[in-house]
Nanobody
């Protein structure tokens, strides 16, 4: 049974940093597309960053240059380093996974991921 557990959320001021972690069990990260998604109140869930088995990454335009996704396959842990945080980054952040079968096939689309964590809240104040 696949389980994903996020941690590291919190409240910071604008310009601050946070590092999110996602610990997985029941899967090996080096066989899956792994991603971070977020959902703000009243908005749809959106893709933030994804990483594939070759460690290629994709980012939403709104976070490029500020967020970095990475993973430690030995620890089965996914990370999201978030710098220069803005109030518009305030959201519930979710870790997600889907089995990867082809090269360059990991995207930011929420409907492509079938394993999800419970989320961790990030709040950025002005």
């Amino acid at each position: 049974q696949v389980q994903l557990v996020e941690s590291g959320g919190g409240s910071v001021q604008s310009g601050g940093s946070l590092r999110l972690s996602c610990a997985g069990s029941g899967l090996t990260y080096n066989s899956y597309c792994m991603g971070w998604f977020r959902q703000a109140p009243g908005k749809e869930r959106e893709g933030v960053a994804v990483i594939d088995v070759s460690e290629s990454t994709r980012y939403a335009e709104s976070v490029k240059g500020r967020f970095t996704i990475s993973q430690d396959n030995a620890k089965n842990t996914l990370y999201l380093q978030m710098n220069s945080l803005k109030p518009e980054d305030t959201a519930m952040y979710y870790c997600a996974a889907v089995r990867q079968y082809y090269e360059n096939s990991c995207y930011l689309r929420t409907d492509e991921y079938n394993y999800w964590g419970q989320g961790t809240q990030v709040t950025v104040s002005a």
